[in-house]
């Protein structure tokens, strides 16, 4: 356990840039790994769950380096050249490569076994199980369908049309993965839109894809199979995820003015930079341009006394991640945040729910659990108590949770002891760093 007190630092300014985005990190690797020649990816994330898919696919075949100047390169093995691995998959907490990674084994006709830390193995993989059964694959898994779980994939596998049941992008993911090597049409049917860097990056890769939006909304998106993948230069904008950290805590820390440079602004991940406005957030797009098809701007946030609203539960998808976060602004807000519909929180790294809850009990906020959410009576831009001495956070191995409420503690009176700050590597291990950069006035105009 690594625990630390976080207290107020004062304002946030200057310049910082976050690393790269965790979703297409994943995705440049595992497809570079299948295209024929060799992919180079700049501004990749190397945090715990990006190296363990980097880890995975070379013990599926892949060569992938890393030079001295940061840029990774990838020599993959074409569509359907995976090969068997010899040692069973570790993904440390990552449920996106285990899940994405389900998906690329399942078509190839191998055996692979995926183990994880104590975190992930408590998270169920059964909506991906349901899908990869029907093309063929069998699976051997812990009860409730978690890990260890062995999957044996299968060659032929049958083309499949699946309605995603729940909002997903790992499972949409999965399944376009899966029919990369699969002869035929493979069809995923979104009745809700989640993040889309799976169909973007697939179609950069040289995939034959298409996506119809039907009148309702729903997104039909159509894989022809046995792809011919071509490498690709890859250069991956930062983090939205990453960057709310910085976001929320300029918002609440008064005096802030702070630029995070090179933030991802993909409309399927940004909603939280819309509900932040939406509750009076200055949060400004500087240089607002195009990187590898995707959307990536600076932001410019200032300070800004928060009011408290009813957050739509239709951009749920769109920031599923980020709500421990925005739960931490609503603590500070004037008034009163209802969030409903977050049912998903409750299985990802930990219950996100019922942990942010007790987290921002302890802190000194104003919060009552409902069953799909929070609601969240804020202090008005009072800073929140702190936790008592002696008393920490549980994380519970959760990496958002941790830096959530460390933001918590830049804007507390006493201070946020949080239990353990080791699970930050897994997706941002600069974030103590750059809270250092930008809270420290001696170096704040200079980029970290």
Known sequence: MRPRRFTALGPLTGRIRVPGDKSISHRSIM????????????????????????????????????????????????????????????????????????????????????????????????????????????????????????????????????????????????????????????????????????????????????????????RVIRLTGEAELKPQAIEVPGDPSSAAFFVVAALLAPGSDLVIENVGLNPTRAALFDVLRLMGGAIEELDRRDVGGEPVADLRVRHSLLTGIEVDPAVVPSMVDEFPVLFVAAALAQGRTVTRGLEELRVKESDRIAVMRAAL?????????????????????????????????????????????????????????VDDTRPIATSFPVFEQLLATATATASASEPA
Not at 158 to 184: D, E, F
Not at 374 to 396: K, V, W
């Open 361 to 417: 009990d302890l802190a000194g906020a104003r919060v009552t659990e409902t069953e799909d959410g929070l609601i969240i009576d804020g202090t008005g831009g009072e800073p929140l108590a702190g936790t008592p001495e002696g008393a920490s956070i549980a994380t519970h191995l959760d990496h958002r949770i941790a830096m959530s409420m460390a933001v918590a503690g830049l804007a507390s009176g006493g201070g946020v002891e």
């Open 31 to 218: 497809l570079g790994a299948l295209a024929v020649g060799e992919t180079t990816v700049t501004g990749l994330l190397e945090g715990e769950d990006v190296l363990s898919t980097a880890a995975a696919m070379r013990a599926m075949g892949a060569t992938i380096e890393r030079d001295a100047l940061g840029t990774w390169h990838v020599h993959g093995v074409g569509v359907g050249g995976l090969l068997q691995p010899q040692t069973a998959l570790d993904m440390g907490n990552s449920g996106t490569s285990t899940r994405l990674l389900m998906g690329l084994v399942a078509s190839h006709p191998i055996t692979a076994t995926f183990i994880g830390d104590a975190s992930l193995s408590k998270r169920p993989m059964g909506r991906v199980i349901e899908p990869l059964s029907q093309i063929g694959a069998s699976f051997t898994a812990t009860p409730g369908g978690r890990l260890p779980l062995t999957l044996t994939g299968v060659q032929p596998a049958i083309p499949i049309s699946y309605r995603l049941p729940v909002a997903s992008a790992q499972v949409k993911s999965a399944v376009l993965l899966a029919g990369l090597n699969t002869a035929g049409v493979t069809t995923v049917i979104e009745p809700v839109p989640t993040r889309d860097h799976s169909e973007r990056m697939l179609k950069g890769f040289g995939a034959e894809l298409h996506v119809e939006v039907e009148a309702d909304g729903t």
